[in-house]
Structure formats: structure tokens, C-alpha cells
């Protein structure tokens, strides 16, 4: 029975830490497959939501692909926001995960992990609300550092999706209206 049990407390954190790192570099490597979804619309924008999300600080073009779908006259930009916004909020639970998975392996914190745990200590749920808003990737450190502190997963993705949304519709409006501008700084 402790055999179990100690099993349990040292593989599955390591385990779903490789797992996110796993998912992170896969993701990284098909990057040009993840704009190739925005031709699918608003399931394409969720989709891209979602695996741009789901990658742990390495860039995947989600951003400028969502930004493009503005652009698009058959979508409604706000529409396209919140697909985009609910599947990466959805996409954040791999850092969230690995923060969870990884708490007792998460000894020697950096500055800017720090900084954010002490917000999310201080403020809670309106820390992940403004993480999740701003137009920074502080927002994949935030979920690790959730993760890390035990949040409640429920709670994390209900107070991160109004966030997420506020920035994913701004950026999809603004490529509704700036796209033309946009490309006029490139013709």
C-alpha cells in the first residue's frame, strides 16, 4: 500500500510535467499546421485557441491567426473572439497542469514566477482575471503558478474565460477593422 502511494506522490508529477512539455514541443514543431485551422472558421478559431494555449512560453502563431479571422467578412468578429477565447482557456490547462504536477519539483523560483505567486496570493481570482486580459504571455506562468498553489481548476477556467475573452474579441475586432490598414503598411 505505501509503495502505491509513493508512486503516486513521484511519477505523476513527473509524468504530467513531461506530458506538458511533450504537448508544448509538438505544438511548437507543427506551428504552420495551426494557421492552416483558421480556414475552419469559428470551430478553427477555437481550435487555434486552444493549441496555441496549450504550449508552455514557446510561440505558436494563434495570435495573428485570430487576428486574420477578424478579417474575415462571413464571421462575426465577437463570435470568433470567444471560439478563440474558450479553447484557450481550455489550452491553459497544460500549464495549469504542470504547475499542479510540479509543485514539489518547483524549488528554485525565478523572479517573474515569484512575482506572480505573490499576486496570485494577494489577489486570487482577480489576478488570473487581469493575467488572463492582458495582452502579455504573463498568462502561461499564471497557470502554472494556479496549478502550483492548488487552485481549483473549476474556478481557475470560469474567472480566466472573461479575461481571455476581453483580449481574444479586442484583438479579433481589431483586425476587423485595421486588416486593410494593416496590409496597406506592407503594399
Not at 499542479?100 to 482577480?126: A, S
Not at 487552485?151 to 475586432?173: D, E, M, N, Q
Request: charged letters at 10%; one cysteine or more.
Amino acid at each position: 500500500m505505501a509503495e502505491g502511494h509513493w508512486l503516486r506522490k513521484q511519477i505523476i508529477p513527473i509524468l504530467t510535467v513531461l506530458l506538458a512539455v511533450a504537448i508544448t514541443i509538438v505544438l511548437f514543431v507543427f506551428r504552420d499546421k495551426v494557421s492552416a485551422l483558421g480556414d475552419y472558421g469559428y470551430l478553427g478559431a477555437f481550435l487555434v485557441g486552444l493549441i496555441s494555449c496549450a504550449t508552455i512560453i514557446l510561440p505558436v502563431p494563434g495570435i495573428v491567426v485570430l487576428f486574420a479571422l477578424g478579417a474575415d467578412p462571413n464571421l462575426n468578429p465577437v463570435l470568433v473572439g470567444l471560439a478563440g477565447a474558450t479553447g484557450g482557456v481550455i489550452g491553459e490547462m497544460t500549464g495549469f497542469i504542470a504547475g499542479y504536477g510540479g509543485r514539489k519539483m518547483i524549488q528554485r523560483k525565478g523572479r517573474l514566477y515569484t512575482m506572480v505567486e505573490n499576486w496570485m496570493k494577494r489577489w486570487g481570482g482577480w489576478a488570473i482575471f487581469a493575467f488572463a486580459a492582458a495582452p502579455l504571455p504573463l498568462f502561461d506562468i499564471a497557470g502554472v503558478v494556479a496549478g502550483a498553489l492548488g487552485y481549483p481548476v473549476w474556478k481557475f477556467l470560469l474567472i480566466a474565460w472573461p479575461g481571455k475573452s476581453i483580449k481574444y474579441v479586442l484583438l479579433v475586432l481589431a483586425g476587423a477593422w485595421g486588416w486593410e490598414t494593416v496590409l496597406g503598411w506592407f503594399g
